[in-house]
């Protein structure tokens, strides 16, 4: 992205947004306001057959909670097809020259394709799982009306389960987990979720179709880097579906999983809940990681609690939902010095402060705050209108711990505000969906004492201020248009256009205080007297940038005959600026870049722009196809696959230090007795003066500061892009539906750094930086779009969803995969080319994974329900320097922890149980009073693993265990917390 000039393109681009936008407004002011209507991301569509109806005869869908209907006509055949219907409860009213009949209530579920089959017929069925009763009316079992999700592979997500399933604390990304393929990434300080072999970055998040990509940095999802909150407020959440592969054309900005989800909205009743859950230390185990080291169990609390209320305005016209919540919660970490007793006394003696001051339990306080607000407006059966707004606000006080002191803490500050205004229109053979929307998103992560340097004592303690802060701001403005139609025999067609403005400001100000840094060094008589070094950016950190991106697409799903259809479709996205495309190397830059050696992987050329020469990618074009054949012709057993390339985006930070590096230098500044030369680098003899910011500042106009890193992005960069593969079968018999799919997904592009400066002409070993020192540069580092991905997997699922006439559901998902990369991520400077590591298991994967979910209805108003996961471990980076560490040697591997759960057949187990007792008190009245037992067998989940080795120094076994041999124990961390007890209530009307 650029950082501050606008191409023409984007100007054009940014008039037509503000265009477009000013348009919208004026529409909404002739218009009362309403709330959120479903995009094609959420919406469901409904076909099927109805027996003893004919041309003659239409049918009517009616939403229950609102009144809105819409008709369609009956073909000569008996079929019908809604091709867009909000998700929500329904009834179909079908219109005969004999009368009218309808059925009772259903659902259509967010971005399902419904089918639902009936007859006519007086005290008869289309099948055991419909009968007739009540005069006209039509019975629907739980099992008639079916999922037909074509060549997509993911799961749906219910209202029900959402309600009742344990969770540790509301995220609704946690039942992501559901769907085969996906992880929930459950740290008590990160949370979000990923899918394949792809990083976290490349899943999204539509919340009524409005997308939450995180355009700045890693996390995939705004707001969820390094956060233990959630994206999105539990309570607002209607329901959601996960899609793991396969998607449709109208999903963008995705390469791995995505979730579509859809918010509650107001009825013709009032409806409210207010909950609040409660869990702190007293209900809690101590983890082995304390209980190990004879440390006291730390402080922890965590309190959420929040009320919603929704209803009509104007009856069958207006309505509205409100939304808040609150997330309160306090973890502690411990603070534990090292160090020997003789290099404690220096670090006392040093400091002027003891060690007993910093030691200790410290809380890191969390606070969430969520805000939601929507209104629905139907002013007829062909219209419906949605406003709604979204913000959600955290502070979190993190980084401390272990030899980090709480004084050096950060408070972590969130915040991600979102508004939506669509326009749904049915016409009689086509549905137009019109949408604007806004995202502002900012991460303040800001130290805790602002005006106090870092010192940092190597292998005792660092306290003082938080050395950096950051101020990351992407405000997002985009418009949609989609439009389905109909009206063609047996097809099915959607095309859309969409255009996002991105503004981004990029504040990170690394070393805003001096970092002091001291060690024991008795080569070159150093000790804890004075500081060995000290760090401090020297320039401006404010960077801003502006993208605007294009999306295209057009997607038909085409029922060639009863039995097989075909989901065909491509889109196109472009973005003006996705890879600063206007930058300008500066002339010591390209002379710096044309001093090294071309190599196979590097052509200074290629790096080297004059503002013109980066051009925007044009080739993101990306087909989908998707089958289903019905191979026994009633919908019992279903055939399915397809193929196709999902591109994503690069994000901001991958690329933003070709600007930041130059702007904002580090200054490294090396101190010694008497300012002799250390390891061939210059020092400065050390005066207390220089302990401070301007002695600092003064000493760099001595022109003694250290030299910034280049970092360069190649003209030619592309954005990643995943192509997928999948076969599978699905069967359903009774209210059970199993399917077993194969997957196989192969990922390119991925954005990298390498070194520039290899010896021996660019091959050998790093680094040489004496051809770039001359123009002002440490060392060069250049960006390679090459990191690569591939994924087999077989995922299997067996489903009973819950009814309330059964009173269970039970819903087993198993993934058998196999995630491989080459590369490092970010940085692979630990090979020549991303291609040296070979392939290796990605961090984080995983063979065998199976999560069970159920809950079944008791006796007595009571209801048990699980959400249980059992892994085979995770895959963790080892480095083998068996045959040494020159280039070509050491090796980047990966290893799997030991399984020590459930007799050696898992590494990781995480059982979750919860009772509720549910009280009514009148219609639609009830209390919920439960309790839920998380991690119930208090399985430790080990992470943190020895990741080293060499000929004299073997790996450590990855079980957890106390080593003699090393006099440690085998795992630094764990993945989940012990076993604690958590209290809910809530009240619902």
């Known amino acids: 992205m650029s950082s501050y000039r ?77 091709a867009s219907l909000r998700p929500g409860t329904y009834r179909l009213e079908v219109t005969t020259p004999d009368g009218m009949r309808q059925t009772d209530e259903f659902e259509v579920r967010v971005a399902q394709d419904a089918v639902f089959d ?50 540790t604390d509301r995220n609704f990304l946690s039942f992501a987990a559901l769907s085969p393929g996906v992880v929930y990434l459950d740290s008590e300080t990160d949370k979000g979720i990923q899918s394949g072999a792809s990083t976290r970055s490349q899943v999204n998040v539509f919340i009524d179709g409005v997308s939450l990509k995180n355009k700045l940095r890693e996390g995939g999802i705004a707001g969820q880097q390094n956060s233990r ?20 054309a109208e999903y963008e900005e995705a390469g791995s999983a995505i979730v579509t989800a859809v918010t509650k909205s107001g009825t013709n009743e009032f409806h409210g809940e207010a909950f609040a859950q409660y869990t702190d230390r007293s209900l809690t185990e101590i983890d082995v990681i304390n209980a190990r080291q004879d440390l006291p169990e730390p402080p922890f609390e965590r309190k959420q609690y929040g009320i919603s209320l929704g209803g009509p305005i104007i009856k069958d016209k207006l309505f509205f939902f409100a939304a808040y919540e609150g997330n309160d919660q306090d973890r502690a970490f411990n603070v534990i010095a090292g160090g020997t007793p003789a290099l404690r006394n220096q670090f006392e003696a040093s400091s002027g402060r003891s060690i007993d001051e910093f030691e200790g339990a410290f809380v890191s306080p969390f606070r969430g705050d969520f805000y939601f607000g929507k209104l629905t407006l139907t002013p007829d059966d062909r219209q419906i209108f949605d406003l709604s707004f979204s913000r959600r606000e955290e502070t979190d006080i993190q980084n401390f711990g272990g030899q980090t002191s709480f004084e050096a803490a950060e408070n972590k500050k969130n915040r991600v505000d979102s508004g939506l205004f669509k326009w749904t229109y049915q016409g009689d053979d086509f549905t137009n969906e019109f949408s604007a929307s806004m995202i502002d998103y900012v991460f303040n992560p800001t130290s805790i004492n602002p005006g106090l340097p870092q010192f940092q004592y190597i292998g005792v303690l660092t306290f003082g201020g938080k050395d950096s802060t950051r101020r990351e701001q992407q405000q997002s403005y985009t418009i949609r248009d989609d439009f389905t139609y109909s ?28 970092r002091y840094t001291f060690f024991v060094d008795d080569a070159n008589n150093l000790d804890f007297r004075f500081p060995a070094e000290a760090r401090l950016g020297l320039g401006n950190s404010l960077i801003t940038a502006s993208n605007t991106s294009l999306g295209l697409y057009i997607q038909d799903d085409w029922q060639v005959t009863d039995r097989l259809e075909l989901n065909l479709g491509v889109r196109w996205d472009y973005e003006t600026n996705g890879f600063n495309n206007d930058y300008v190397t500066p002339a010591a830059a390209a002379a710096a870049l044309r001093a090294l050696p071309s190599t196979f992987y590097f052509d200074p050329e290629d790096y080297i722009t004059d503002g013109t020469e980066r051009d925007p990618f044009m080739g993101a074009i990306a087909p989908r196809f998707g089958f289903s054949y019905d191979l026994s012709g009633d919908g019992t057993t279903i055939l399915f696959g397809g193929a196709g390339r999902y591109y994503d985006r690069n994000t901001f930070s991958n690329t933003v230090d070709e600007i930041a590096r130059l702007r904002n230098p580090v200054g490294v500044f090396r101190f010694s007795e008497d300012g002799s030369p250390r390891n061939g680098l210059p020092t400065v003899a050390w005066d207390p003066s220089y302990l401070t910011r301007d002695g600092l500042i003064a000493l760099r106009e001595t022109s003694t500061s250290g030299l910034p890193e280049l970092f360069a992005v190649p003209e030619n960069a592309k954005p990643p892009v995943n192509d997928q593969f999948s076969l599978g079968i699905r069967h359903r018999f009774g209210d059970w539906e199993a399917a077993l799919t194969g997957s196989y997904q192969r990922g390119r592009n991925g954005y990298t750094h390498l070194f520039a400066t290899r010896r021996d002409g660019g091959l050998g070993n790093c680094c040489d930086t004496s051809p770039v020192v001359p123009f002002g540069f440490a060392n060069v580092l250049i960006g390679f779009d090459g990191l690569d991905t591939r994924y087999k997997a077989l995922f299997a699922t067996l489903d009973k969803n819950y009814t309330e006439e059964s009173g269970w559901g039970l819903n087993i998902a198993y993934t058998l995969s196999k995630g491989e990369q080459n590369g490092n991520d970010l940085f692979s400077l630990d090979g020549t080319v991303p291609d040296s590591y070979g392939w290796r298991a990605r961090p984080g994967d995983e063979r065998h994974r199976v999560v069970i979910s159920g809950l079944v209805d008791l006796p007595w108003g009571f209801r048990f329900s699980t959400l249980s996961t059992f892994g085979s471990g995770r895959a963790y980076q080892v480095v083998d320097a068996t045959d040494g560490f020159d280039n070509g040697q050491l090796r980047i591997t990966s290893a799997y922890p030991e399984k020590t759960c459930v007799d050696g057949v898992f590494q990781f187990c995480e059982v979750n149980l919860t009772l509720a007792k549910f009280i009514e008190f009148g219609d639609d009245r009830e209390i919920e009073l439960a309790v839920d037992l998380l991690n119930a067998f208090d399985n430790p989940n080990y992470s943190g693993f020895d990741g080293f080795f060499n000929s004299v120094d073997p790996l450590d076994p990855a079980n957890g265990e106390f080593n003699p041999q090393t006099n440690r124990y085998n795992a630094s961390s764990i993945l989940t917390l012990p076993r604690r007890i958590q209290f809910r209530a809530a009240v619902r009307f």
């Open 487 to 514: 009206g063609l025999a047996d097809h099915t067609i959607k095309f859309g256009a969409r255009v996002d403005v991105l503004d981004i400001e990029f504040d990170n100000r690394a070393f805003v205080q001096p």
């Open 229 to 248: 909150g959630n994206p999105f407020g539990q309570l607002a959440v209607q329901e959601f579906r996960v899609l793991t592969q396969n998607y449709k």
């Open 118 to 167: 009936f007859d006519l017929a007086e005290g008869r069925a289309a099948d055991p799982g419909i009968a007739a009763a009540d005069g006209n009316v039509i019975i629907v079992t739980g099992g008639r009306v079916r999922a037909a999700p074509g060549g997509a592979v993911g799961a749906s997500v219910s209202q029900e389960q959402i309600k009742s399933l344990p969770q």
């Open 6 to 82: 606008r191409t023409a393109a984007n100007r054009v681009a940014r008039k037509l947004a503000v265009a477009l936008a000013t348009s919208t407004c004026a529409l909404s002011l002739t218009v009362p306001f309403a709330p959120a209507l479903m995009a094609q991301d959420t919406a469901g569509s409904l076909r099927g057959t109805i027996a003893g109806a004919d041309a003659s005869s239409t049918v009517t869908a009616i939403e229950v909670g609102t009144g809105a209907s819409r008709t369609v006509p009956v073909e000569a055949d008996g079929s019908y097809l809604f």
